[in-house]
């Protein structure tokens, strides 16, 4: 597969809320082209993912 065609998938499964894989794509999308647009996706899916702050559960 290309890294354009592991970025589309990843998009699916985000859009599905399958995180683990929308990043296991993106990953392997950016290891095949380190200038995909998969390099954002992660960023934004990373930082989705540790917006969960421990604070507000725990005061």
Known sequence: MTAEEYYKLGNTFRKEGN???ALNNYIKAI???PASPAVEAKKMLDDILN???KDMYNP
């Open 51 to 53: 917006y969960y702050c």
């Open 19 to 21: 995180w683990q894989e």
């Open 31 to 33: 290891e095949l082209d």
